[in-house]
């Protein structure tokens, strides 16, 4: 048995909780990993949200850990995704864009695949997704049931996700009607339906060790809420408003268009009260488990997949969502990369504390490994945090990191002691350009320092050439 396995099991022998007397000295812990969709640095209070409130966010920060330099894997959806669960950075993983298949879906990954999710289930734990999964679709081997989850709820394509008022969502293999939605009526709101689900796996597995996987779809477009007691709030705070007039197709009825975004009259107040209910759910998840008295004994991490974005009326400028930092979903910039990242652990993980270990999310696979006591894939990127979220003092460190995005000309930024190389438009020699920062003094990356240090520009570029690997469907640099 590996020592750090050892010394976890020795903790949790001690376990107090209502139904101690029910469980196992060894039990590992219950690990749920939230995913907010699009959420920026920015956008939730103890970083400095002005406008929304997200008070059960801050009180995961206050009595969690917080990473300061936690990146995420990518800077839009599916790859991003696809980079947490393989412990692969998008010059490696599989899916390094949001490739579309017809009528519904994306390109699936692969089965043959070692995720996170597999490695919960090969530890003995129960597994379950429950929001937006957009890496395959049914009858694929992107399905979530071939990725390692036991149960899945909730969108299996991304783009059907830009509706909030879906004529139906998946139940595993099965297509769910939602009451009263047709595409052209709006009744059931999906996020909700979709919480209520999440919640009820937790009481199901709540005897034994489970992975909850919350990717909610939240504040992600279109701007859509219910008219509740929180849209009233911030309609009464923001008071009149430009509206956002959607494109032909965008609003629902018989001629929308699927992965269009509606109209919004008050999209300030609207993406607002999305932003609060992201953080509603946060404390129904964290009330669940202490009514069932696991809190010692379960790990909650919260982050999100990418920086704000911009699109169906939401205005990332108004709420100054990626705070300090430049740049937006689809950026290369710390602000379409950088993403706020808490871990609860009573009892393990230091109170209030603050790391500024630079990390990203293939290094979750490894942590996870790490903590349950199985061997991550040799060949991956990620480096296990456990020795940072336990407090220890023998934190590997990577040597450098790397992303690629596919969409907008091409793009590419490495990271490394601080300095940071982004390159944008490189499928075109004519146009492409090369920024050089020094995020050590400079984290806005508002100097170009790229005329002034070439020696570390060819040394940044040297490991972006080893970094990206040929992808017969994502092709970067290959005709």
């Not at 669960?85 to 010059?91: A, D, K, P, Y």
């Not at 929001?131 to 081997?141: D, I, P, Q, V």
């Not at 009451?179 to 709101?189: A, L, M, Q, R, S």
């Not at 809420?225 to 009149?240: A, M």
Request: charged letters at 25%; one cysteine or more; hydrophobic letters at 35%.
């Amino acid at each position: 048995m590996p020592i750090r396995l050892l010394i976890i099991l020795i903790l949790f022998g001690s376990v107090s909780c209502k139904k101690a007397d029910e469980q196992s000295s060894e039990r590992l812990p219950n690990v749920i990993f939230i995913l907010a969709d699009d959420l920026g640095y920015g956008d939730v209070g103890f970083l400095g949200q002005q406008y929304t409130e997200t008070p059960n966010i801050d009180r995961l920060a206050a009595e969690g850990l917080f990473f300061s330099h936690h990146y995420a894997g990518s800077t839009v959806c599916a790859p991003s995704r696809s980079a947490l669960l393989t412990g692969l950075h998008t010059g490696h993983t599989p899916i390094r864009g949001n490739s579309e298949v017809q009528p519904e879906g994306q390109f699936p990954m692969a089965d043959t695949l070692m995720t996170l999710s597999k490695i919960f289930r090969e530890a003995g734990y129960a597994t379950g997704a429950f929001g937006k999964w957009g890496l395959g679709m049914n009858e694929t081997s992107g399905h979530p049931s071939k990725q390692g989850f036991d149960t899945f709820y909730g969108y299996l394509c991304q783009r059907y996700a830009h509706r909030y008022y879906p004529a139906y969502l998946w139940e595993n293999q099965e297509k769910v009607a939602l009451p009263g939605n047709d595409w052209t009526n709006k009744v059931t709101y999906a996020p909700d339906v979709i919480q209520t689900k999440t919640l009820e796996f937790i009481d199901q597995n709540q005897s034994k060790p489970f992975f909850l996987f919350m990717p909610i779809v939240m504040p992600h477009a279109e701007l859509a809420v219910p008219d509740d007691e929180v849209f009233q709030k911030y309609r009464s705070k923001f008071g009149d408003e430009t509206p956002h007039v959607g494109p032909k197709g965008g609003d629902y009825g018989p001629e929308m268009n699927i992965p269009a975004y509606q109209s919004q009259r008050y999209p300030h107040a609207t993406h607002a009260a999305m932003v609060e209910r992201i953080d509603r759910f946060v404390g129904e998840v964290v009330a669940k488990i202490e009514a069932l008295g696991l809190t010692e004994n379960t790990m909650i991490i919260f982050t999100s997949d990418n920086g704000p974005h911009r699109e169906g009326g939401a205005d990332p400028d108004f709420f100054d969502s990626n705070g300090i930092f430049r740049g937006y979903k689809r950026d290369l910039y710390e602000g379409g990369i950088r993403v706020p990242t808490i871990v609860k652990w009573p009892g393990k993980v230091k109170t209030g504390s603050t790391s500024n270990h630079v990390s990203a999310f293939w290094d979750w696979l490894p942590t996870f490994a790490d903590l349950v006591g199985k061997s991550a894939p040799d060949q991956i990127d990620g480096i296990s945090m456990l020795s940072s979220i336990l407090g220890e003092n023998d934190q590997a460190k990577h040597d450098h990191l790397y992303w690629e995005f596919h969409e907008l000309g091409g793009r590419q930024a490495v990271q490394k002691d601080g300095w940071k190389l982004v390159k944008y438009q490189i499928k075109d020699t004519e146009k492409m350009t090369v920024e050089l920062f020094n995020l050590s003094e400079d984290s806005g990356e508002t100097q170009n320092l790229s005329s002034e240090k070439p020696e570390k520009v060819a040394e940044l570029e040297e490991l972006i050439l080893k970094a990206h690997r040929p992808n017969p469907v994502f092709r970067l640099f290959e005709n």
